[in-house]
Structure formats: C-alpha cells, structure tokens
C-alpha cells in the first residue's frame, strides 16, 4: 500500500510546487518576491522555517525575508553576513546537486561566525535519517539551473515537518524551486526598472529624450526576450522591434521578426491562449517557432506603453524562456505515473486509463433506458410529431439526466461493452484485461538476488512490451504483476494475444552472464460499463489464479 500511494504523494507535492512557484512571478514588488520565495518554502517544501539570504551590490548577503518563525524574523530580518563566512559555508558539508547540506557533526565550526542564524530546540535524532536541530541546509539561488550562474541568494532551512532529512524527491524540488526563485527574483528586478522606465516616458515630456534612451538600454541589454508591437488597428499585433535576446531565442534575426506577429509564431494549439490573453497586463505560457521548425515554450507578459502622453499605444511584450521549468514538469509527471524500473505506466496511471473508458451505467440498462424515454416523451410529447421548421425535440432538456439519474438516450460516451460469455466466439469485441503473474520468479529473487530480479522484470517488460499493438498499455501492477489492456479484441483473439505474451517470456533471459527461465499466467477479463477499475482487475486476478492452479493440476497428473 505504500509503494502504491508514493505516485499520489508525489503529484501532491507538484501541485503544492507548482502553486507557489505561481504566486512567485505574482508578487508586485522585489520586497514581496522575497517574502514569496520565503513563504513558499512553509507552504508548498514542507519545511518550518526558511530564510532568505539575498547578495547585496557589495557582495555580503542580507537577510531579506524570513517565514516560520516570529522569533527567528525579529533576531534575524535586516542582518548581513559576510560573503566569506557564506562561501565558507557552501564550501562544506555534502552535496545534494545545487544544495549544501552541512549536518550538525560538522557544522558546530559555524555557531560563531557572523551569518545570522537561529537555532530550534529539539531532541537529538533517533536515526540516522532523522534531523538535527543543529542541521543546516541551503539551497543557492543561481541564474542559471547548474549553479554556475550569477550568485543571487541562499535560502536557508530548517526543521522539515516529518522530522527526517529529506529524501531525494525532496531535495529536487528544492533545488528546482531555488532556481525558480532566482527566475522570479531577476524579473522583479526587470519589472521595477521597466516599470520606472515607465513612469518617467509618462511624466518627463522634458526630458523624453533621455527617457527613450534609458528605455532603450533596458530593452535591448534586458536578459530576457523583450518585443514592441502595434496596438490597435489593421496591423494589431504586428512586431515593430525586438531585443537581441529574443531574436537569439528565436534563432531569427531582427529584420526578420518585423515580418510577423506573435499569432503568426505560436503554436498551432496555442492559439487559443494567445487570443484569451488580454492585452494590458496579460500572460500566457505557450510556445513559439524557431527558425529550425522546432517549439520553445516561454511566458509573455504584456504591458501597454504610451510613446508620448497623447500619442499612439504599443504593446510591451516580456518572453521568458520556461523550456527548462516544462521539461522539469514533465518528467516529475512521468515519473509520477511511471514505475520507475521498468519505465512502464504504474498502479495508479493503470486505473486512471481503465477508469477514463467505463462510466457508471451499464450499456442497455433497461430500466435507466425506459426512464429517460418516458421523461423525454412527458416533457415534450412525440419528437416524431414537430415539424421541420419547429424546435429541437430534445432542445431545453440538458438538465433532464440528473431527474432521470442517466444520460439522454443519445449521449456522447462511447459505452465499453464485454463480448458475450458465451462458448462460442460470435465476433463481438472489447476491452480486454490481460492480467499476468511471473511464475518462478520468487526462487529467482530468492537465489540470484534482487539484482538479477530487476533485470528480469525489466526484459519482461521489454518482451510484453514488443508483443503488444502501439495503442495497446502495458503497465507494471507491482511485484511480478503486469496488465496489458488491449482494445477491440474478441475472445479467441485475448486467448491469442495471451498465448503469444507466454511464449515470449518463456525464453532464458540471459542476467551477468547467466541464463535464468520464468514462466507466466494469465488471466483474461473484460472491462465494461457499470464496472469499477478495481472489479475489472480483480475479476481478471482471480482468473489468472485459476488458470494457474489448473496448469499445476495438468503438470501433476502428467508427472
């Protein structure tokens, strides 16, 4: 049951990543991200207390922002630490990739040094695993995702909420959400000097000249993808000017950006997005064409600006490259629903597959049938008897399922039927659940070692994997358990596919040099509507079972 509910614990913690890494490029000010970047550690890491350490122009670090603890922001908020102590301190200790975990046996040469620090009350650990109220942890805020960027800050932890040091999921997100917090800290900064920029293009007819320049600066050096587009008119949308960084984001140089819009860059099925996204202030995640033919995913943030204060309007448009920030989503989703031997879908994306094609009301339901009918028939007479040009039979009805308890007779879901049980196959087909238990393996584990075990599994998946169509799934249940769903089959074509499946895996598997045999039994059921995903594996389970006590029966009475 554990192993079965880390995929949910570990999506809970996604979501709870993803919420705060939002609220990060929310805040309205620098002062506000720093309090975010700190707040977000409490809500959405599981830690306590945290602290953010941010560089000042003279290189010493100040502590900006402290969530957790009452007592720990009044001893500590407003404090500087100098940079040679920090350096001294990220210096020591191990490494969890970008992280510095300094554990309390060595970090006792730190208690007099000038960072500012607060320390928890607590017992000594019971475990080795457990942490110590004198453990430190800190996350450096780099510019870039391998820690070898500009130096931003360091957000320092304490007291995880289970009590243990944190496992390696943990210290990924952590290290993730640093660097997020060095993204969401860089465009504060960006939006306060475009944002005064602003105020003085608005404010300072006088002076419009050194305005303009000042805002040229800051668009074309700006780290980030920056673009000016017309607003209003026949050409809404068009790109009037683009900085050099997102001309090399693009790979497009700039006389060849004024050609375009960003609705002629984007993604076929991004473009809804862009079109929802307002024009004053709006943002959007999508992607956008590069000159290869490839997509990049990026955040635009707009903003209106005004060339002079009565003249025409333009759009300000920010890029932020989040390539790095998907590709990182992505693979905490699939590792989530995957199993992560056999790379195969795991337990719990099995049953969302399976739950996703079967709907409480079984197909043909006589009853739920006659009710909708009489329903339809009561409220609107005989459909058959409206004439051509009158209204829809069923037009003013799309609430009538919940009086009935089922859809309308002709509902969009396409109901999973089983093949009929009957001794003959009659050429119906289904969704058919091929549930397969390893036989041998135990003894293989048992003699060869977990080692050998794996690399079993690992070739099994293989083999199940290759002996199956390409819509078909392939999912790991656990243990030596795997369920293959296979759509459109008939009975004679499962018991096919399940004979196949056998023999594939019967083959040695060659481990280190040795060769080592499991076998396989299946049992065959078959999904349909009015089943639970657990019904259609546990029916499929029990099948298997009998399949593999009358095999053991055969090879007794043949011995």
Not at 45 to 62: C, I, M, Q, T, W
Not at 321 to 338: P, V
Not at 507 to 535: H, K, L, Y
């Amino acid at each position: 049951m554990e192993a079965e509910s880390e995929p949910y614990v570990r999506l809970t913690t996604l979501r709870q990543l993803h919420k705060v890494v939002a609220e990060l490029n929310t805040a309205r000010s620098l002062a506000d991200t720093l309090q975010s970047v700190a707040d977000g550690v409490i809500n959405g890491l599981g830690f306590e207390l945290a602290a953010v350490n941010l560089v000042r122009p003279d290189g010493d670090l100040v502590v900006a922002a402290v969530a957790g603890s009452a007592g720990a922001e009044a001893l500590m908020a407003g404090r500087v630490g100098s940079r040679d102590s920090w350096e001294r301190r990220l210096s020591m200790g191990e490494r969890w990739g970008t992280l510095c975990f300094v554990p309390y046996t060595e970090g006792w040469v730190l208690d007099d040094d000038d960072v500012p620090q607060w320390h928890s009350a607590g017992p000594d650990p019971s475990f080795t695993d457990d942490w110590h109220p004198r453990d430190r942890l800190f996350a450096p805020m780099h510019t870039s995702p391998d820690g070898k960027g500009e130096l931003l800050g360091v957000i320092s932890v304490d007291r995880p909420r289970n009590g243990r040091r944190p496992n390696s999921w943990s210290r990924e997100a952590l290290q993730m959400y640093a660097f997020q917090s060095a993204i969401a800290i860089s465009n504060s900064r960006l939006r306060a000097n475009m944002q005064r920029a602003l105020v003085r293009l608005e404010r300072e007819q006088q002076a419009l000249r050194a305005s303009e320049e000042s805002f040229r600066q800051a668009f074309e050096y700006a780290p980030s993808g920056m673009a000016v587009a017309e607003m209003g008119g026949d050409q809404h949308g068009r790109l009037l000017r683009t900085n050099d960084a997102l001309c090399r984001l693009l790979g497009r140089p700039a006389s060849a950006m004024r050609r375009y819009s960003f609705s002629d860059l984007v993604h076929p099925d991004d473009i809804g997005t862009l079109l929802r996204t307002s024009a004053e202030g709006g943002r959007a995640e999508l992607r956008l064409a590069r000159r290869d033919g490839s997509y990049i995913w990026v955040s635009l943030r707009n903003s209106v600006v005004a060339d002079t204060a009565d003249g025409p309007r333009f759009l300000l448009t920010h890029v932020e490259d989040i390539e790095e920030r998907k590709r990182h989503e992505l693979q905490l989703a699939h590792r989530a629903s995957h199993d992560a031997l056999t790379g195969l879908p795991n337990s719990a994306e099995l049953r969302a597959r399976l739950s996703a094609r079967l709907c409480g009301r079984a197909p043909g339901d006589a009853a739920d049938a006659y009710a909708v009918s009489a329903a339809v028939f009561a409220a609107v007479g005989d459909p058959t008897a409206y004439p051509a040009e009158g209204p829809e039979p069923y037009e003013g009805l799309e609430g009538m399922e919940r009086s009935v308890g089922g859809a309308l007779p002709y509902d969009h879901h396409v109901h999973t039927v089983a093949p009929s049980d009957g001794p003959a196959d009659d050429g119906s087909k289904g969704l058919a659940v091929l549930f397969c238990d390893l036989d041998g393996f135990k003894s293989i584990n048992d003699r060869f070692g977990h080692h050998t075990g794996d690399a079993v599994l690992i070739e099994v998946a293989r083999r199940l994997t290759s002996g199956v169509r390409d819509g078909d799934t392939v999912a790991r249940l656990g243990g030596d358990e795997f369920v293959v769903l296979a759509d459109g089959l008939g009975t004679a074509d499962a018991q096919d596919l399940a004979v196949r499946l056998r023999n594939a895996i019967i083959p040695p598997i060659r481990v280190d040099g040795r060769a080592v045999r499991v076998g396989a039994s299946f049992g065959i059921s078959w999904a349909g509507c009015g089943m639970t995903a657990e019904e259609v594996l546990q029916s499929a389970d029990q099948r298997m079972y009998v399949e593999k006590r009358s095999r053991a029966k055969a090879n007794r009475r043949a011995g």
